[in-house]
């Protein structure tokens, strides 16, 4: 009779062994997946640390180019604004006046917009990853141009539908007067090989002075000049992605016990 009870006791024993060893085992394989999770979370935080610093720099570089920019220009006698916020140079009325509809560059206007030509000229060149006469385009990863948008606006009177012309008329008349100043401007490309100089135009959608008065809708009749700058961050959301793709495989075995 002692001798069976021990003989069951020593099986109960022993299946005890076995599940505790399983156990253990399992929390051992458990805490080597989250090792490799937290290995893996570090390297996502290294990636997602280093995409943000080249945005950072992408707007550090569009920031020096926009005060690079009105400093030339005010060197040129014309003052101009800069939006950082937006990447925006704001030709004003004091720059470039329109008259009430019409989109003609007419005598000071014109002047004016051959300053703008040749400043454009003389500091785009720097800041674009293929200047003109380059013999290769820049791969460092630095922030490159990638677009700037000649934007013609109108002000909010007159036909909505004229006034989309309008706008865009007054775009495409400021880049022949920029192109006929600084033709070396359309060899100054984006990474992609793309020329950098392109136009948009908004009607009177985007305001900058929404009373209606004279002097106000002097003020919405305008070109901006909106610079976008590109970085290279193709290669850098490709390991992010397989990072996290390699996160989730680690995680699903904690969550997914063996033999299942």
């Known amino acids: 009779m002692m001798v069976g009870v021990l003989f069951i006791f020593i099986i109960m024993l022993m299946a005890f062994a076995l599940n505790f060893q399983k156990q253990t ?6 805490i080597l997946v989250a090792e490799e999770v937290g290995r ?8 997602v640390t280093n995409r943000l610093g080249e945005i ?24 101009v604004q800069v939006d950082e916020a937006n990447g925006v140079l704001r030709l004003s009325e004091d720059a470039i006046r329109f008259p009430v509809n019409g989109a003609d560059l007419i005598g000071r206007a014109r002047e004016n917009v051959g300053k703008v030509g040749r400043v454009l000229g ?3 060149p720097a800041y674009a990853a293929c200047p003109a006469g380059a013999a290769a385009c820049g791969t460092d990863g630095r922030a490159f141009l990638e677009t ?9 009177t007159g036909i909505e539908d004229r006034n989309w012309g309008l706008s865009t008329e007054r775009a495409v008349n400021t880049f022949r007067e920029l192109k006929a100043t600084a033709p070396d401007l359309r060899r100054v490309l984006n990474r992609r090989g793309e020329e950098v100089l392109s136009v948009s135009g ?53 969550v997914t016990p063996k033999g299942r």
């Open 40 to 47: 893996r979370l570090d390297e996502l935080e290294t990636q």
């Open 122 to 124: 003389r500091v785009l």
């Open 148 to 156: 700037v948008f000649i934007e013609g606006h109108t002000d909010s």
């Open 202 to 254: 908004y009607a009177s959608t985007r305001q900058i002075d929404p009373d209606r008065s004279a002097a106000a809708y002097e003020k919405n009749r305008r070109i901006d000049l909106r610079f976008v700058m590109e970085v290279d961050t193709g290669a850098g959301l490709r390991e992010i992605q397989g990072l996290v793709s390699g996160m989730k495989a680690e995680i699903g075995k904690l």
């Open 25 to 30: 085992d399992r929390q051992e394989d458990k």
């Open 56 to 79: 950072r720099a992408a707007s550090t570089a569009r920031n020096a180019l926009l005060r690079d920019l009105r400093d030339q220009l005010r060197q040129e006698g014309l003052v």
